[in-house]
């Protein structure tokens, strides 16, 4: 076998054809993830992560950093978010949005941003003071203070923060005894409408991607329906490869991506290596027959 130096050619050959690893929906410390930007870069690296979209709640503060970052980890970063939508026919439905390859600078996206986050800065007040209401001591003025000092509030903090106060045993108890619908501090969401989210990343010049759909405890009608009305007020994307998906419903998910004409994507939704469930890079590659949304034309044209 012909060498070169130290490596055949056949490794070289073996390299060279390697598939990239991209990890299409992350958070940081702008939103409810526990790292910052260069902690995050730095761990996709570890794991062999060549590109990574970083998309947090409704907040792009963390691109900036991780694009300045991003040639010296040697990874190609995709500017993203994740925006919260009401849906239903009473906008009953919370779902999430990811919206990949934004402009994070425009304009209107900011505006829209704001927005939500001064939404999400009341909720988690009302939430503090129905914590206090249902017996959780101090949770008003410890709110108030998570609100001022934190780039941002999701009910992921207030269940860390139930946790740690030692008030429930688990994550999962947190949303189900008090944040979550029928819990003692829920506040009812107000966010925009799936169709707002849906235009105003499409303005943004990014791709909309319906994130983790199984994830909305819907049944496969209602969950087919939400596809449906997503493709016809725009969106591009569904999100088909995610942790802990069964293979029955990631098959689910890739032939509703053939049948509505929308690109899969893929991602850990990775928050914290605390959370072993959900590890950066990690999940299943995307089944043979869709149509991967990193070869859309708003892919392509950023890489210029
Ligand atoms: P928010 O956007 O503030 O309403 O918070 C929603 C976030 O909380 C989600 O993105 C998840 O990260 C987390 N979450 C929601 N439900 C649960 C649950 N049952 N157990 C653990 N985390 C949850
Ligand atoms: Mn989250
Ligand atoms: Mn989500
Ligand atoms: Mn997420």
């Known amino acids: 076998m012909q060498k070169v130096g130290k490596l055949s050619v056949s490794t070289i050959n073996a390299t060279s054809i390697k598939t990239m690893l991209r990890d299409l929906h992350s958070h940081t410390i702008a939103s409810d993830g526990s790292l910052t930007p260069l902690e995050l870069l730095k761990l996709a690296q570890e794991r062999g992560v060549d590109e990574l979209a ?3 709640h409704d907040s792009v503060e963390s691109l900036d950093e991780a694009l300045s970052l991003a040639e010296q980890f040697n990874l190609s970063i995709v500017p993203g978010v994740e925006i919260s939508a009401a849906w239903g026919k009473k906008k009953e439905e919370t779902v999430h ?9 425009h304009n209107g996206l900011q505006q829209f941003l704001r927005a939500i986050q001064d939404k999400r800065r009341e909720r988690a007040l009302t939430m503090g003071k ?4 249902a017996g959780v001591k101090g949770a008003q003025p410890d709110v108030e203070y998570m609100v001022d000092s934190q780039p941002m509030v999701c009910r992921t903090h207030l269940a860390q923060y139930l946790l740690d106060l030692g008030v429930i045993k688990n994550f999962g108890d ?8 029928g819990g003692r501090a829920y506040v009812p969401d107000e966010w925009f409408d799936l169709e707002d989210a849906t235009a105003m990343i499409r303005q943004a010049g990014g791709i909309p991607v319906l994130a983790h759909p ?8 209602k969950l087919k329906r939400l596809i449906e009305e997503f493709k016809a007020v725009g969106g591009l994307g569904i999100e088909t490869c995610y942790p802990n998906i069964h293979p029955g419903q990631k098959n689910l998910l890739a032939d509703w991506s053939k049948q509505f004409e929308l690109y899969a994507s893929q991602g850990s939704d990775f928050h914290s290596p605390d959370k072993p469930w959900a590890l950066l890079g990690k999940f299943a590659p995307l089944p043979e027959h869709v149509v991967p949304v990193w070869t859309s034309s708003a892919w392509t044209k950023t890489q210029d």
């Open 174 to 181: 947190a949303f189900k005894k008090y944040l979550a619908k």
């Open 54 to 56: 970083i998309t947090d």
């Open 97 to 105: 949005i990811v919206g990949l390859q934004i402009d994070h600078k």
């Open 130 to 133: 129905k914590l206090e209401a």
């Open 214 to 221: 199984t994830r909305y405890g819907m049944g496969s009608n």
